[in-house]
């Protein structure tokens, strides 16, 4: 049964340097027409297997940008998505934004519509940095925006930082932890730069031209990040995210907790009846399919046990939590210790494991390596 739902909108005004979702430029789309499809494919989805939607927790509009629509769009996105899913128990309704496109207008149509939690894509207040990722706004925009966005009602704002970026300094770093921390936000959110293939970082590193930190920079700048937020009462209960008491993200540790959710759009996934399964990515192929009364739906898997507990441990090793023994047990009817004991052992002696009588979470020196740490958990290898 689906815990969330995640609704993809692919349309941007600006394509970032490091960005290797599905997206593309917002000018000259069928965006109304996809926001139809949208939502056609909810009720179609929900139509077919209601029992899989009793008990929805969160909804998150993710991208591309979903604050690239206008107003009067994401009004009609957001009475679309009541129409057809069952949003009266929600405890969670996020939206992705970018600080330069969020318009009071825009700011009211989301509010209005119910959406409760705003993630803003802020990276970094260095505007240097912010030139070279191939982001437009500015810091002025970013305090601008805040501030529209709680007069408007929000109080529950979440910003993205990124680190590890091209030429970034632990001084640029350090600034931007400053300014990112005075804001006075419930949650924020940090993540290293990932080179993927298909963006124009990947061209510019398969050409000797990308100035990444090493490995060794890159540790000190998470260090740094894991004690400021500390130091300022922000709790981290996942290796990227920390939050005040009562802020952490639901919608997020529906993944984490390797729980089911639908997904919905052009190149969404989704994992419902212990399946997973991916949209078609092209807009006009999702648009047809939905034209033509088909799920758009690109492939499917049906997740074996084994994998299954593979995510639990992977996925769940990510929170600060960790994994618990009760639970493990309660899922799969099978205890974590008789699959895992001697890699456990090896990871606690390792100090990079700790354990108690309730379950396993990485230590401080875990985080660091948490990627090296999950694949001791992939049974095939």
Same mark, same amino acid.
């Given at each position: 049964?689906?815990? /969330? ?42 139509? &077919?297997?209601? *029992? ?10 993710? /991208?591309?940008?979903? +604050? ?19 949003? @009266? ?7 992705? &934004? ?39 706004? +500015? ?9 529209? &966005? ?13 680190? /590890?970026?091209? /030429?970034?300094?632990? *001084? ?26 298909? @963006? ?49 993200? +639901? ?16 190149? &969404? ?21 939905? +034209? ?90």
């Amino acid at each position: 049964m689906a815990r /969330g739902v995640y609704i993809h909108i692919p349309f941007c005004h600006q394509i970032c340097n490091y960005c290797d979702f599905n997206k593309v430029f917002f000018k000259n789309q069928p965006v109304d027409e996809y926001i139809e499809a949208v939502g056609k494919e909810i009720e179609m989805v929900v139509h &077919a297997m209601p *029992e899989q939607f009793q008990n929805i927790e969160t909804v998150f509009l993710g /991208g591309g940008t979903p +604050t690239a629509l206008s107003a009067k769009q994401i009004s009609r996105l957001l009475s679309l998505i009541h129409q057809y899913l069952p949003t @009266t128990n929600l405890v969670e309704f996020s939206s992705e &934004a970018n600080p330069d496109e969020l318009t009071t207008s825009k700011l009211e149509a989301l509010y209005n519509g119910g959406v409760n939690r705003l993630s803003m894509g802020v990276q970094s207040f260095d505007q240097d940095l912010l030139k070279k990722i191939g982001r437009t706004h +500015t810091n002025e925009h970013v305090y601008e925006t805040i501030e529209k &966005a709680k007069q408007v009602g929000f109080n529950n704002i979440s910003i993205d930082l990124m680190y /590890g970026l091209p /030429g970034q300094t632990m *001084e640029q770093w350090e600034q931007t932890l400053d300014k990112a921390i005075q804001l006075n936000l419930p949650h924020y959110s940090a993540y290293s730069l990932i080179v993927e293939p298909k @963006t124009i970082f990947y061209i510019q590193y398969a050409k000797g031209k990308l100035n990444l930190p090493t490995e060794d920079h890159e540790a000190d700048m998470y260090d740094l990040l894991m004690k400021r937020m500390g130091k300022s009462g922000l709790q981290q209960y996942e290796i990227s995210n920390f939050a005040l008491e009562g802020y952490q993200s +639901t919608h997020n540790k529906i993944y984490w907790d390797n729980d089911e959710y639908a997904g919905f759009g052009a190149g &969404a996934h989704g994992y419902l009846k212990g399946e997973r399964y991916s949209n078609y990515a092209p807009i006009k192929k999702y648009i047809e399919s939905l +034209t033509n009364a088909q799920r758009p739906i690109l492939q499917t898997h049906k997740v074996t046990s084994e994998e299954k507990q593979e995510e639990q441990m992977f996925l769940g090793l990510r929170k600060n939590e960790g994994v618990s023994f009760e639970e493990f047990n309660k899922k799969f009817g099978i205890s974590m210790l008789d699959l895992y004991s001697d890699t456990i052992e090896q990871l606690v002696n390792n100090g990079l494991l700790s354990k108690d009588e309730h379950g396993i979470r990485l230590s401080r020196k875990g985080r660091f390596v948490g990627n090296d740490v999950f694949q001791q958990f992939l049974m095939g290898d």
